[in-house]
Nanobody
Framework: QVQLVESGGGLVQAGGSLRLSCTASGNIVRLNAMGWYRQAPGKARTLVATITTRGITNYADSVKGRSTISRDNAKNTVFLQMHSLKPEDTAVYYC??????????WGQGTQVTVSS
């Protein structure tokens, strides 16, 4: 089993910035893709950004140019730096990782609220 612990969420004004972190622990052999999804109230969970072990990134169009995903493989940690935040970025943000046998794990989520 792999456990994920997210941090960095909170309340921020529109135009502000936040940095989310997620650290994996437990029975880790190797983590493949790591990423972030988000779920706004009453809406489905959607992709925010992903990053492979080689650092290849993918972003949702809604955050492209305003967000940067990165990872520290030595610390099994993935980060999401978000700038120019908008009220529509308000959501619970979930960390996700895929291990070497393609099992997917999810964190408990961290709330990000952007006030207008």
């Amino acid at each position: 089993q792999v456990q994920l612990v997210e941090s960095g969420g909170g309340l921020v004004q529109a135009g502000g910035s936040l940095r989310l972190s997620c650290t994996a622990s437990g029975n880790i052999v190797r983590l493949n893709a790591m990423g972030w999804y988000r779920q706004a109230p009453g809406k489905a969970r959607t992709l925010v950004a992903t990053i492979t072990t080689r650092g290849i990134t993918n972003y949702a169009d809604s955050v492209k140019g305003r967000s940067t995903i990165s990872r520290d493989n030595a610390k099994n940690t993935v980060f999401l730096q978000m700038h120019s935040l908008k009220p529509e970025d308000t959501a619970v943000y979930y960390c996700t990782v895929v291990d070497f046998v393609t099992r997917t794990y999810w964190g408990q989520g961290t709330q990000v609220t952007v006030s207008s």
